[in-house]
């Protein structure tokens, strides 16, 4: 494993700003820009403190921010990894089964497709040429009815999630169950008409409103276990975070 060099950064040390915001304010912006993208490494902690000329609790201190913000994740005895490369106010790392769940709510789930694929096209590029994964897709609702059509895919490597399992029970409570530590993911929430063939899926008319949802989801160190890509009813479910002042 090999280090990214971080980009060039200007410390001004007669600004009220502190020294490690300074430090993590251009870091982020590094990673926004695509300067060090997802998956670089960076040095450990005393060489970056020696190399800017900071202490090594500025440089701890920045890091954190940077982890805090997801970012970075860090492990120790391994370094500290890049895992997006924009800032997006999460929701919440759950899936929509323990949503519903939590919520009192009878889940009904439909696997429409279980199957392996190798990643072509965009998913190489995110989970490497030739991968094997699973690919699956489910119409997930409640008593009242549909809610959700989801698109995911997870490494094949996770050969205890089936299409059985995933009737009764949540992806993610599934990969934790088979060893998978999800720890950081980076979210997309916008919105868009309903083709035929999702309005009659999801009991709705050609042309309703719904919620689009695309997510990556990592490891620890920055590898990645899913993506999703889901379409949900408009006038059935909705997202909500809680925004805080810094």
Not at 8 to 31: F, G, K, M
Not at 68 to 76: K, M, S, T
Not at 108 to 133: K, P
Not at 143 to 162: D, E, K, Q, R, Y
Request: hydrophobic share 40%.
């Amino acid at each position: 494993m090999s280090a990214n060099p971080i980009p060039h950064i200007r410390i001004d040390r007669d600004s009220p700003v502190p020294l490690y915001h300074q430090v993590a304010t251009q870091i982020e912006a590094a990673i926004r820009s695509g300067e060090l993208s997802v998956g670089a490494w960076l040095d450990n902690e005393i060489d970056l403190a020696s190399r800017l000329g900071v202490s090594r609790p500025t440089m701890r201190q920045a890091i954190a921010k940077l982890v805090e913000a997801g970012l970075l994740v860090r492990r120790r005895g391994i370094g500290t990894r890049v895992v997006t490369d924009s800032i997006t106010r999460p929701v919440a790392l759950t899936s929509l089964y323990n949503d519903l769940k939590d919520a009192g709510l009878d889940v009904a789930t439909t696997v429409q497709s279980f199957r392996q694929v190798t990643a072509a096209d965009e998913l190489a590029d995110r989970f490497g040429t030739g991968a094997r994964l699973l690919e699956i897709r489910r119409l997930r609702g409640v008593a009242h009815g549909p809610i959700a059509l989801m698109l995911n895919w997870i490494p094949a490597s996770f050969t205890s999630v089936t299409a059985e399992s995933l009737v009764s029970g949540g992806l993610y409570d599934l990969m934790r169950q088979a060893g998978a530590e999800l720890k950081v993911a980076q979210q997309w929430i916008g919105a868009r008409a309903a083709t035929a063939a999702e309005a009659e899926l999801l009991g709705t008319a050609k042309g309703a409103a719904c919620l689009t949802m695309k997510r990556r989801t990592y490891d620890p160190i920055g590898n990645l276990l899913e993506l999703g890509d889901h379409i949900y009813r408009g006038d059935r479910y909705q997202y909500s975070s809680t925004l805080t002042a810094h």
